[in-house]
């Protein structure tokens, strides 16, 4: 009877001669080489990728994004007078018009920045400092209010100018 003995590189014949074999060799390099297939980086196709670097910054409102569940903001961005300075200086300008008054309604807060007020034409989302947005706190939805306001036009990029309403003060109408 013949008896093989078998090792990874070699196999030895029956006279007792070594005859070299590649197959457990080669089963090895190519579990080797599809793992290493397996664990490549994909490649985004070019729609998704162009979509990817040229966002708009836009951020769509229809999304079923909620307040956390005490209903408060977990991050808060103000306006300081710091932040102006900075885009001013680094040619950014931003460039605001004259104050004006406008009555509404009070739609409620959009964030913790921001508040959404019914106008005569359309329904305005403003930008709001901490301490207003501490005072609407208080106030009911559907509430009639005065308020003053500013428009900011900042550069938004590739987008050109962005027209930012910003309010001075608000109060209940009387």
């Known amino acids: 009877m013949e008896v093989l003995a078998m090792n990874l590189m070699t196999a030895r014949r029956s006279g007792g001669k070594r005859k070299a074999s590649l197959a457990p060799a080669s089963l090895a390099l190519m579990s080797m080489l599809m ?4 664990c490549g980086v994909k490649e985004m196709p070019a729609d998704n990728a162009a979509n990817a670097t040229t966002g708009s910054g836009i951020v ?3 999304s079923d994004v909620s ?3 005490v209903g408060e903001p977990v991050a808060e961005a103000t306006p300081t007078p710091g932040n102006s300075e900075k885009a001013a ?5 931003v460039t605001q018009s004259q104050e004006q008054q ?10 913790g920045h921001s508040v959404e007020i019914k106008t005569a034409t359309d329904t305005v989302v403003f930008q709001a400092g901490s301490e207003l947005v501490q005072q609407m706190q208080a106030f009911d939805q559907g509430t009639t209010v005065d308020y003053t306001y500013i428009v900011k036009e900042v550069d938004g990029g590739t987008d050109g100018k962005i027209k930012q309403p910003w309010l001075v003060s608000i109060k209940e109408a009387s």
């Open 35 to 38: 793992i290493a297939a397996g």
């Open 60 to 62: 769509d409102s229809s």
């Open 67 to 69: 307040p956390d569940s």
């Open 89 to 93: 200086a680094s040619g950014d300008p």
């Open 102 to 111: 406008a009555s509404g309604t009070f739609n409620g807060l959009a964030d």
